[in-house]
């Protein structure tokens, strides 16, 4: 993140706190060091890990496809122009909602389980997922190619989808595999793609391997896409990828004020952002990195707590800072994946505002608001 700090308060100013901020400039970064590792592979964005239209219709205008899990995300991926093209449609349950619209559209098809294939839209583009079987260096919840992981077919199973396909009058694509999310260690997609290729003898050449996302953020995607550009040309396959957290984390940050501290059993820094706008401390144990816009004031260590009324509210722990003093800053980094995109309404609490930097930007000014702050009666809005 590279806003300077008097733009961060400009902005913690204008539009308030929580406050979500997205760097143009690194978003652009991301997407750039993907293209150089990945080479020519097609790029879908996992947009569940942020969905606001302004980074999709970004992303979009950059020649990026999009991987959807819902009606609705396949309602954003059309209202920004996607073109099936441009489209998956994934899930292990789907609606009748997302394969009319995906059918509609001419998205892809990723096939979850073999009931799927009577389920499709008829001449459907499809690719088949597969559980490779494997642990991986994640937390539990973020693992998916585990076995009695709920996604995918068996390795076994996969070339006699891929054949129920065919038969079906389908195009069979390929294969797809995406093992978890934020792997730490490359060599678990090493492991991953090695299961796939074991299955090259029993598939022949294949249009399309989709080697999914899940790439950590200190992972090392230089060997992560070595192995997928590998495992892609061992079925002759075009390689696909589905970053997430990747493209967007690092350009995020929640800017959250100081409202007191309090001094019990524990050493509390209180804020006035908590579960209800990042709940991946409190999720998956996930660690976001603290960053005090002010100085001086003697060092102590804090733990950052929530408004909410539960003990589990907690931001970080441990963290080093100056004293705080009520209506100082801190910025909350790495999280503009799966922050803003799985803030909730909880506790009647409004969802935080999103403002894009981008210094110069259009109309000489460095902000833009991407999404206003909703408004209690926003948030009850559809109740009768
Ligand atoms: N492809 C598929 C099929 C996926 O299920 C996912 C994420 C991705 C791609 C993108 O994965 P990424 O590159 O972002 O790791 N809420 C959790 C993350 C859940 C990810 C679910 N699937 C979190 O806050 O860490």
């Not at 706008?277 to 409190?282: A, F, Q």
Request: hydrophobic share 45%; with cysteine.
């Amino acid at each position: 993140m590279t806003i300077p700090a008097s733009a961060l308060h400009d902005a913690a100013e204008r539009f308030g706190t929580p406050l979500y901020v997205y760097d143009a400039a690194e978003l652009d970064a991301a997407l750039a060091r993907v293209r150089a590792a990945f080479g020519t592979a097609r790029v879908y964005y996992a947009m569940k890990a942020n969905p606001n239209l302004t980074l999709l219709r970004r992303l979009h205008g950059a020649g990026v496809g999009f991987e959807c899990v819902s009606p609705g995300e396949l309602a954003r991926a059309e209202a920004v122009g996607a073109s099936g093209e441009r489209i998956l449609v994934n899930g292990p349950a789907k609606s009748e909602t997302e394969y009319s619209a995906g059918g509609r559209l001419g998205a892809t098809f990723i096939v979850d389980r073999a009931e799927e294939v009577a389920l499709l839209p008829p001449h459907s583009r499809a690719l088949v997922r597969v559980n490779p079987a494997l642990a991986v260096s994640t937390h539990d919840h973020l693992a998916t190619g585990a076995v009695g992981s709920k996604f995918g077919v068996t390795l076994a199973q996969a070339p006699r989808v891929l054949a129920a396909l065919r038969d079906a009058g389908h195009t069979a694509l390929g294969l797809h595999v995406h093992i978890g999310s934020a792997i730490r260690d490359a060599h678990d997609f090493t492991a991953a793609f090695g299961r796939l290729t074991e299955l090259r003898a029993q598939t022949g050449p294949l249009a399309v391997l989709d080697a999914g996302g899940g790439w950590g953020l200190d992972a090392d995607l230089g060997g992560i896409a070595r192995e997928a550009r590998a495992a892609a040309s061992a079925f002759g396959a075009a390689l696909w990828v589905e970053p997430g957290r990747y493209l967007v984390a690092r350009a995020g940050t929640l800017l959250t004020r100081v409202v007191g501290t309090k001094r019990t059993g524990g050493t509390f820094c209180l804020v006035d952002a908590g579960m209800t706008e990042l709940l991946r401390p409190m999720l998956y144990g996930a660690l976001h990195p603290v960053t005090p816009l002010w100085d001086g004031g003697e060092t102590g260590v804090w733990d950052i707590a929530g408004p909410a009324c539960e003990s589990g509210d907690l931001l970080a722990r441990g963290v080093s800072l100056p004293q705080p003093r009520r209506g100082e800053l801190l910025a909350i980094g790495e999280a503009g994946a799966y922050g803003a995109a799985m803030s909730s309404t909880y506790l009647t609490r409004s969802r935080p505002a999103e403002a894009l930097y981008q210094a110069g930007g259009e109309n000489g000014a460095d902000w833009t608001l991407i999404r206003r702050r909703e408004t209690p009666q926003d948030v009850w809005a559809a109740e009768t």
